[in-house]
């Protein structure tokens, strides 16, 4: 079975820093790629950002690119997201997710931006 367990996210002020990191168990998660989704409160899921089973490449959503960066430790299976300047409007819960196709996700991790 699947399992996806996402970690690191929390309460920052704008312009603040966080690191979230997702563990994955029940594949092989090396040999996937893996994507990052958030969803804001009433909205639908947006994808953040995804990357190659190797870790070579990246993709990012206009709104985050150059602010976020993802990221893969494939010995550790985990999958990681580095977010800076963080604005209000980066307040969602993120989710982890498997393949480009972004299914199974994870529970969530909820980040909010706010002084």
């Known amino acids: 079975e699947v399992h996806l367990v996402e970690s690191g996210g929390g309460l920052v002020q704008p312009g603040g820093s966080l690191r979230l990191s997702c563990v994955a168990s029940g594949f092989t998660f090396s040999t996937y790629a893996m994507t990052w989704l958030r969803q804001a409160p009433g909205k639908g899921l947006e994808r953040v950002s995804s990357i190659n089973s190797g870790g070579g490449t990246t993709t990012y959503a206009d709104s985050v690119k150059g602010r976020f960066t993802i990221s893969r430790d494939n010995t550790r299976n985990t999958l990681y997201l580095q977010m800076n300047s963080l604005k209000p409007e980066d307040t969602a819960v993120y989710h982890c997710?498997?393949?480009?196709?972004?299914?199974?996700r994870g529970q969530g991790t909820q980040v909010t931006v706010s002084s």
């Open positions: 997710a498997r393949g480009l196709v972004a299914t199974p």
